[in-house]
């Protein structure tokens, strides 16, 4: 199997850099969305 299911994480666990970087990591993936879509 590709992807494995994990268990659910507790946001109120995780540090702000990680919810950082997690935020910056989709952010970035709609930015490259909308640059494909529209070249």
Known sequence: MLF???PEI???EM???ALAFAGD???E???RQRLV???
């Open 15 to 17: 540090s702000p850099l």
């Open 37 to 39: 879509e529209t070249s």
């Open 10 to 12: 507790d946001i109120h």
């Open 29 to 31: 993936l709609l930015v």
């Open 25 to 27: 990591a989709v952010l």
């Open 4 to 6: 494995e299911a994990h």
